[in-house]
């Protein structure tokens, strides 16, 4: 089991930035860098969406087309934890946002399903 908690959230000016960390504990059995990491978020009256994902090495990210050369997903091994650092925000940005860990296969997936892990999500507000 791998418990994930995502930093608190906040309140942002349209083109402000915000830097989203999650933490990841647990007695599984496997390192930290086992694991694929993603970001995912959800706005009101929508599905979850993929914004963001890593690699176990941190060598490779991807991102969703509405964040990409925004945002940046990186992680610390060491630390047991995943960072979003968001730029540029905009109001449909607003959402709350999901750290999870994918525990099987060693690919970047944009999938939800493909996550086993899931934080429980942290409210980040743009206001216009």
């Known amino acids: 089991q791998v418990q994930l908690v995502e930093s608190e959230g906040g309140l942002v000016q349209t083109g402000g930035s915000l830097t989203l960390s999650c933490v990841a504990s647990g007695r599984t059995g496997r390192t930290f860098s086992n694991y694929v990491m993603g970001w995912f978020r959800q706005a009101p009256g929508k599905e979850r969406e993929f914004v963001a994902a890593i690699s176990r090495s941190g060598s490779t990210t991807f991102y969703g087309d509405s964040v990409k050369g925004r945002f940046t997903m990186s992680r610390d091994n060491a630390k047991s934890t995943v960072y979003l650092q968001m730029n540029s925000l905009k109001p449909e940005d607003t959402a709350v946002y999901y750290c999870?860990?994918?525990?099987?296969?060693?690919?970047?997936?944009?999938?939800?399903?493909?996550?086993?892990?899931w934080g429980q999500g942290t409210q980040v507000t743009v206001s216009s």
């Open positions: 999870a860990a994918r525990s099987a296969g060693r690919l970047i997936s944009t999938m939800i399903s493909e996550y086993n892990y």
